[in-house]
């Protein structure tokens, strides 16, 4: 099994590379933090024993993405799992944000995200099944103020892979969204869980429990993977309530939430 | 003069014994996580013990890539001040995680902090340690009773706990004290583990959620101040002749889990050289 993970020396990428890695998988990864990249290539090597190749890229350029896919044409690797795990997001709200943030917001999750997995269903394993993950976000249920880009960005994702699974249905390609609510993968994160309080303690999902039922899901064929209870009943009051009034609560939760973060932060 | 480093030196117990061994006369080098914390400790210690000789580097010691740097810093900074002599070194520095967390290794936090940490800082340094026929001291805890360690899932990726990950990390402590005494002891080496009991200290109020955070800060309320746990690291840089036990309670022996046997020891140092990539055989001593 041949898999390609972006985003692979981040927390969640971490996760997800060292459970491929327990399975025994090969591994593809990459990510713009070479440092890290390569840290993860010892550590996976030594734990599991596995044949991990890292490259860096920037993924949200054109001319860097090309080159990678070079240096893959040229030793004839071809794939059967992309896991697209590249994302981010920037705290604050629209108009606090610097502007060019706001757009790198969409230019990684979603331009990003376009240009690597028509790349890689380009390079799929001849005459083998595909599976193909977005990590999209409990924030694409629902419209998000104070993270409005961020969660229009993760629900471009959703819809597109929703239907991107159905055209290629006939073509063995699986496709899975996975809706994580909070992860604890850094600091920053677990403060701003701290800040949320009750709800953030409660729709944080367990990363390592997050990666094992990711790569299990995709080997079952579903479309949608929601970790945990709360959050899976919350995305049910996402579809049953009236989006503009879901607005207004989220906009009271989090504006208080960031203030909260945003003190926190500046103490630490 | 003889030299000590310290990890986890910019608060609690760490801070604690580095300002107690500088009014014994030791040259103490700290390790903290941020520069900052360092700055902030060797003022409170300057404070305290003007005439401390004491000095600071800083490095995040649970991702491989910092302890290197920091490890050849060391080195260094040794071979220039301290006739390449160091008389001992007290792996003390630990962490708390509510979650799953990894380092940029792959490895879970805890294991990576507690005991990977100080099993390759040791490697580095061991060089410098037998030349002053030094000890090396852990940081470990009584919880470690109780525990086996986890070997098909030591990173506990198929279940996650905190406080199993806490307890295995200080059982790897014990077991890799033991180790270091049956490779190294004959070279004059001597590696202890120090039970500092329940201390009042912020171990489970840094990088932690709700629930361990709370728990935390009810238990630490019975804990006694980080002078007393400071008193058993003096006392086994300060003897002598090197005592001869393995845990430390209270400036005594103490008993410890059946889980530490040879077996479980030799194990543990396979893996751990494995995944720092190391091998403690490659290094040139001289008997």
Sequence with gaps: MNVMIT?????????????????????????????????????????????????????????????????IDQNGISFDMLLNIAGMDFEGGFLERERENVVKIVSLNVEATLRITHAILKRRRAGRAFSLVFVSSLASLYPMPLKATYAASKRFLSDFALALGQELKSQNVKVLTLCPGGLATTPEAISGIAAQGFWGEVTTNKLEAVAFNTIERVHRGKSLYIPGAVNRTLSLFGKLLPRSFIAAIIYKRWISAQSKWLCLEGKS | MKTVIITGATSGIG?????KLTRKGYSVIGVGHSQSNCDKA???????????????????L????????????????????????LHALINNVGGVRSWYQTTEEGYEQQFALNHLAGFMLTYRLLPYIEKALGRVIMTGSNSHKGIKVHWNDV???????????????????ILFAKALNDRYGGNGISAYTVDPGLVKTNIGNKQTGGLVNF???????????PEIPAETYVYLCERESAPSGLYYYLCRERDFSKEVTQENADRLFALSERLCGIKYSDLVTEL
């Design chain 2, 215 to 225: 728990i935390w800060s009810l238990r630490k309320r019975q804990g006694v101040s």
């Design chain 2, 42 to 60: 060797k003022e409170q210690i300057l404070a305290k013990n003007p005439k401390a000789k004491i000095i600071y580097f800083s490095a995040e």
């Design chain 2, 155 to 173: 990173m506990l990726k198929e279940g996650y706990n905190p406080l199993t990950a806490y307890k295995q990390s200080k059982l790897c402590n």
């Design chain 1, 7 to 71: 985003g692979a020396s981040g927390g969640l990428g971490r996760a997800l590379a060292a459970e491929c890695a327990g399975r025994g998988y090969n591994l593809f990864l990459t990510d713009i933090n070479e440092e890290g990249l390569l840290s993860l290539q010892n550590g996976l090597e030594r734990q599991y024993g596995v044949c991990v190749t890292t490259r860096k890229c920037d993924l949200t350029n054109d001319k860097s993405v090309d080159e990678m896919l070079s240096v």
């Design chain 2, 62 to 85: 649970m991702q491989q890539r910092e302890l290197k740097r920091v490890a050849d810093e060391l080195e260094k900074y040794l071979s220039e001040h301290c006739n390449a002599e």
């Design chain 2, 15 to 19: 801070l604690e014994t580095a300002l």
